[in-house]
């Protein structure tokens, strides 16, 4: 197993999980708006 490998999964699925989290906010936050 090679580290530099691991890491650079474990960045993508960070950088992913970032992104995904913020399409939903976007997508949720003008809903609670008043």
């Keep these: ?3 530099r490998r691991l890491d650079e999964d ?3 699925v960070v ?3 970032v992104l995904f989290a ?3 906010l ?3 936050a003008p ?3 008043p």
């Design 10 to 12: 474990w960045l993508a």
């Design 22 to 24: 913020l399409a939903l």
């Design 1 to 3: 197993m090679s580290d």
């Design 31 to 33: 809903g609670m708006v």
């Design 15 to 17: 950088v992913g999980l």
């Design 26 to 28: 976007g997508v949720i």
